[in-house]
């Protein structure tokens, strides 16, 4: 299929990249008829998205059940989702209220063989049916504030909870404006891929009174 080799801070095996590159496929082949990203990045599909996202196996390796809010085309989710199908543990609940992304989804968990599934509703819908989860992520969903008002049943649910936010260039003024609501311990890893990105650990998560 031609797509560049998995970076070497990330280890997957030659099967789970196979599935990665199944899954770009997939994206290019859909982005003709659903708008699944922006068409400027799709040149950059495999950087911009498929790696950046791959980011979150190399941070957090152990299985867990997570939450993928705003799935859209499945990053990070469905990157995690797929990356778990070599552990065989794990499980990725890709929410998306889209209900033609969420076909998309579908479809590219039965050709990768993802351990994940795909929840068509709102994200304040998905709270009342999703059991405990051990981790979050979002990817261009919402700023930080909203992010954490998602998460927050959540965490209150487990305190262990962690959450995993992809961010760009404006970062710090989310973190400024999502400090003066919340109170929240902060790990910044910065991006292998998007120069100023990061992808912001967070846990403790409590609201101001």
Same mark, same amino acid.
């Given at each position: ?10 280890s997957?095996?030659?099967?789970t990249?196979e599935r990665?590159?199944? !899954? ?29 996202s ?24 469905l ?10 543990q ?12 969420? *076909? ?33 992520s ?13 998460? *927050? ?15 760009g260039?404006? !970062? ?10 919340w109170?929240?311990d ?14 912001l650990?967070?846990?403790?998560l409590?609201?101001?009174?």
């Open positions: 299929m031609g797509e560049p080799a998995i970076p070497g801070f990330v997957v095996s030659r099967e990249a990665l590159e199944v !899954y770009a496929d997939l994206v290019r082949k859909w982005q003709g008829s659903i708008n699944l990203i922006s068409p400027r990045t799709l040149p950059d599909l495999w950087t911009r998205h498929v790696l950046d791959l980011q979150l196996f190399a941070l957090r390796r152990e299985p867990a059940i997570w939450m993928d809010m705003g799935s859209g085309a499945g990053f990070p989710g990157v995690t989702a797929i990356c778990l199908a070599e552990i065989g794990g499980w990725v609940h890709l929410v998306e209220s889209n209900h033609k992304k969420a *076909a998309f989804l579908r479809q590219a968990i039965s050709r990768t063989g993802a351990r994940a599934s795909v929840m068509p509703v709102r994200i304040d819908a998905a709270i009342k049916s999703l059991p405990e989860i051990d981790a979050i979002a990817r261009a969903l919402a700023p930080l504030p909203d992010l954490l008002s998602h998460s *927050a049943p959540f965490a209150a649910r487990n305190p262990a909870i962690r959450l995993w936010f992809h961010k260039l404006d !970062y710090a003024e989310e973190v400024r404006s999502a400090r003066d609501l109170a929240f902060l790990v910044e890893h910065k991006s292998q891929f998007q120069d100023g990105s990061v992808v650990e967070i846990c403790n409590k609201k101001f009174n």
